[in-house]
């Protein structure tokens, strides 16, 4: 705050009291005495009047200073004088310490969506998958019914007397055919062996190369020979024997039952066998598939003629296991729904029963001539 000059100097204090009386002036000459009375002595006689002041006397010394005065009021500030002429810029001063972080401004609302960038370099066209496995061939459909006879033609022109072409030999071939000369009339036919066709010039025979059609039909993979092909299957699987395009898993335990040591479990599985641990096998399991076998000598006799090793037997009870638990979860399943259908239709043996009664009362309300149609509160009440 900048201090304004200071006020107008206030006017002087009131003067001091009065000082003090001078001394009285020296006594006048005394009159001359009177006679002596012999009287008594008379009252004393009045004073006489005052004689005339004497001058003035001296004036006495100054008296004391009078005490202060009190101090005037303020007064006005006087007006502002003009600002003076800017001071140098004074030496900047040490950093402050920095002050605490403000608290985080509410989120700004989200910016515009910005442009769609350039489309990127298509990538590399990926290698072609392996080829799927072809499926087993559907049976041949059973041949149509045969048509009505037609009409006889009108019979032709005389003709005349065919060539057989296939009876001369060109290249030491009938008429000059690869494989089989078929003679028509008027000309002839050059045919080639099944795995063969014709080639451009109608006389070759060049293989056909079944396994670049279809795989084949084979569901493994298939190899081109001269006029055929052959299917064979991977490692786990044979042939089917059948059609001969088809694999079939192979049973690894049943084929070789030392696949596996004795105190293993032999387990074939999709195109392989995995082998367990005896120890893991639940002993009264073991046992009951034992009487099972003394019980089915037939059966008992055909697992050990598949093996006569202890592998055969354990899986020969993991597949009686799950027979038994597929066998009750179908029991199971099987009341359940007997369940459902004996509560159908009792709910619908009610409802009908419901039904009958409703029209009763209908019919009942129309004879006695008050009928009337039930509201929604009192059908429902």
């Keep these: 705050m900048v201090q304004g000059p200071p006020g107008v100097r206030g006017p ?48 006495g010394p100054a008296g004391g200073s009078g005490t202060t005065g009190m101090n005037g009021t303020m007064g006005p500030n006087g007006v502002q004088g003009s600002q003076g002429p800017q001071g140098p810029q004074g030496n900047t001063g040490p950093n402050g310490t920095t002050g605490a972080n403000g608290n985080s401004g509410p989120t700004g609302p989200p910016g515009a969506t910005g442009p769609i960038g350039p489309a990127g370099p298509s990538g ?22 045969s048509g009505p ?39 002839y036919n050059c045919l080639c062996n099944s795995g063969y066709e014709l080639a451009a010039d109608h006389r070759a025979c060049n293989d056909i190369d079944e396994c670049q059609k279809n795989n084949g039909g084979c569901e493994g993979s298939c190899q081109n020979s ?22 079939q ?14 105190s293993q479990v032999c387990i074939n599985t999709d195109g392989a066998h995995v082998c367990i641990d005896f120890s893991v096998v639940n002993t009264s399991v073991v046992q009951w598939v034992d009487r099972y076998i003394q019980n089915n000598p037939q059966t008992g006799a055909q697992t050990r003629a598949s093996s ?35 509560c159908l239709m009792y709910r ?10 409703r029209k009763a009362y209908y019919a009942d309300g129309m004879r006695r001539g008050d009928f009337q149609f039930p509201t929604v509160s009192s059908r429902y009440a």
């Design 124 to 145: 590399p066209v990926g290698k072609n998958g392996d080829l799927g496995i072809q499926g087993i061939k559907g049976q041949n459909g059973s041949l149509g019914l």
């Design 348 to 357: 619908r043996q009610q409802s009908r029963e419901s039904d009958k009664l």
């Design 249 to 262: 898993d192979a049973n690894e335990c049943s084929s070789n039952p030392s696949q596996c040591p004795s």
């Design 226 to 247: 001269i006029g055929s092909y052959t299917c064979s299957c991977g490692s786990g699987y044979t042939l089917n024997p059948k059609d001969k395009h088809s694999c």
């Design 12 to 59: 002087p204090g009131a003067d001091g009291t009065e000082g003090p009386h001078g001394n009285n002036g020296s006594t006048g000459l005394p009159g001359p005495p009177g006679p002596t009375g012999t009287g008594q002595k008379g009252a004393q006689g009045f004073n006489g009047t005052a004689g005339p002041n004497g001058p003035p006397g001296v004036a």
């Design 308 to 342: 006569s090793s202890t592998s055969s037997a354990d899986m020969q009870l993991l597949t009686d296991t799950m027979m038994i638990v597929l066998i009750v979860w179908l029991i199971a399943l099987t009341l359940i729904l007997l369940i459902l259908i004996v």
């Design 149 to 187: 006879k037609g009409d006889i033609g009108p019979q032709g022109p005389p003709g005349s007397d065919d060539v057989d072409e296939c009876s001369s030999s060109i290249n030491s071939k009938p008429g000059g055919c690869e494989h089989t000369c078929k003679n028509t009339f008027g000309s």
